[in-house]
Structure formats: structure tokens, C-alpha cells
């Protein structure tokens, strides 16, 4: 029996889960694994205080982000060994998630933001990277949504984009006229090029004519950053996107839809309500301000 690999089957075949998340299950169980292996236990034996020696000894090398995902990847096996009767007690139950407030990342000025948008003008690459940003800007999109795109899932004329987020569910973005733009000018004046006279129905493409990956962009995220003196994560705009929306005054359940949360507790931690926002809605309603 192998428990790792008969549950990422489970978690894909039967579940539905998508690509990237099995394939975080698979590096987060694995070095949960190699850590059981070390200790002489098995990945289909183990206790609580198992669980609670490796994230004690992960705690110090990884975010509080990475800790809450290993704790989630550790519950999943867990309900699937409970559902295949392999252990009779559910050694994650009660299990504490650490809070995620302190760790997320700051969201941007929008000075800030106009400064990394303009970022790398003078690469060959520019009129595609620019298009890329901009559209995780003004979208929320998350980076693997924003790879996975087609040719085929923008209405230029409406305005709009459709998306296929976490567990395969899709919804329907805006798209600002600015972005709406640089798209076009991107397919237009550069994706030819790139692609030389190759197919691809992917709507972002490399030098090679194949599908930009997150880790290919995230090296274009990073490199505008350093030219553009910002400190950034693969999430930065997305944050951006949704702070700069509820501190225009945003209601939190139209952001949540625009980002795909089940949730709206998501968008909750996930967002951050400035301060000028709080005071704007204060002497707004309050009758006393």
C-alpha cells in the first residue's frame, strides 16, 4: 500500500481537485513523509503528536501561510484514511490553524503600482509582461489563473473575462479598458512574433511558442520589482486589487465574487480595510460625526 500515492489519485479522480492543488498536496505530504520516516512512523500510522512535531519543527523555516497548507494537506489524507477505514480515530481533529493576519502581504500604493506596471519598458517582452500585470491588477486574478487563460476567454466587447479557478468552478471578471488595451496590443504587435508562425490557444506565451508558467512569470514578476524598487510576492497584486476596491468603496461581497472565494471569511483575512477607509464610512453613517 502506498497511502501518498493512493490519496493524491483519490484527491483527483474522485474529488476533482485541481492540478496546482494536488500538486501542493504531494510536496506538502512528502515532506510531512520524510519527517514520519525519520521517526520510524508511517504515513498511515501516525498520532496527533506526530503532527505537532513537524509543524514545531517546520515552524521556523516556513511562513505561517505554508504552516495553515500543511496543516490543511495533512487533514485531507486524514479524512481519506478515515474514509477507507485505514486508521479509526482522525488524528488532525482540533488541530489549531495559526492565524495568517500578521504574515499577509502588504498591499501597494497605487503610485506604487503605476511604477511596477511601467516597469521593464525597454525589454523585448515588454508589451506581453506589461499586458500580464496590468490584468492581475485590475482582475485579482491569481498568477495560475492568469497562465491558464485562452485566446477565446476575453469578450473584448463586453468587457469581461472568464476564469476557471479553484476546484475547476469558473465566474466572470471585469476587465478595465486599460488592460483591455494592452491585451490587445499584445496580441496584435508581439504574440505573432513570439510565436512565429506556431499554434498555441494558450492567450500568454513564452519565446518557445508554449503556455507561460507561474514559475516563468514569476521570474517577470520579480525582475520588474527589483527595477521598479518593490518588494513583491506572487500575490501582491491580487491583494492590491481588492484593498485598493473595498478602499474605494467596495462593498466585500462583490470582492469576493471578483476573486473566487467560496468563503467571504476568505476575503475577509485576505483583504485589508485602510484606515481612511474606516473613517470615510464612520462620517458617512454615524450620526454624530
Not at 97 to 106: D, Q
Not at 229 to 252: M, V
Request: aromatic share 8%.
Amino acid at each position: 500500500m502506498e497511502p501518498l500515492k493512493d490519496f493524491l489519485v483519490y484527491a483527483s479522480v474522485e474529488k476533482g481537485l485541481s492540478k496546482n492543488t494536488i500538486e501542493s498536496y504531494s510536496r506538502d505530504l512528502s515532506l510531512f513523509q520524510k519527517f514520519l520516516d525519520s521517526e520510524n512512523k508511517k504515513l498511515n500510522s501516525f498520532a496527533k503528536s506526530d503532527i505537532l512535531d513537524f509543524l514545531n519543527k517546520v515552524k521556523d523555516g516556513y511562513s505561517t501561510p505554508s504552516i495553515c497548507r500543511f496543516i490543511s494537506s495533512i487533514r485531507g489524507l486524514c479524512r481519506y484514511l478515515m474514509i477507507e477505514k485505514i486508521i479509526k480515530e482522525d488524528p488532525s481533529e482540533n488541530l489549531q490553524t495559526p492565524k495568517k493576519w500578521e504574515r499577509l502581504p502588504k498591499a501597494l500604493s497605487f503610485e506604487d503600482v503605476m511604477s511596477l506596471l511601467d516597469a521593464g519598458a525597454d525589454s523585448h517582452t515588454f508589451l506581453r509582461d506589461s499586458a500580464m500585470l496590468e490584468l492581475l491588477y485590475s482582475s485579482g486574478l491569481r498568477v495560475s489563473e492568469l497562465v491558464s487563460l485562452k485566446t477565446g476567454s476575453i469578450n473584448f466587447e463586453a468587457g469581461f473575462l472568464r476564469v476557471t479557478g479553484k476546484g475547476s468552478k469558473e465566474r466572470v471578471v471585469p476587465i478595465n479598458s486599460r488592460a483591455l488595451d494592452k491585451i490587445k496590443k499584445y496580441i496584435k504587435e508581439l504574440r505573432p512574433a513570439i510565436l512565429k508562425k506556431r499554434h498555441s490557444d494558450s492567450l500568454f506565451v513564452t519565446n518557445r511558442g508554449k503556455a507561460m508558467t507561474r514559475q516563468r512569470f514569476w521570474q517577470t514578476i520579480k525582475k520588474s520589482g527589483n527595477q521598479a524598487g518593490i518588494k513583491l510576492s506572487p500575490h501582491t497584486l491580487r491583494h492590491c486589487f481588492a484593498t485598493h476596491l473595498l478602499e474605494g468603496g467596495a462593498d466585500l461581497r462583490s470582492v469576493q465574487k471578483m476573486l473566487g472565494h467560496s468563503d467571504i471569511s476568505t476575503t475577509q483575512i485576505y483583504t485589508k480595510v485602510s484606515t481612511d477607509r474606516i473613517k470615510k464610512v464612520y462620517r458617512e453613517h454615524h450620526p454624530r460625526a
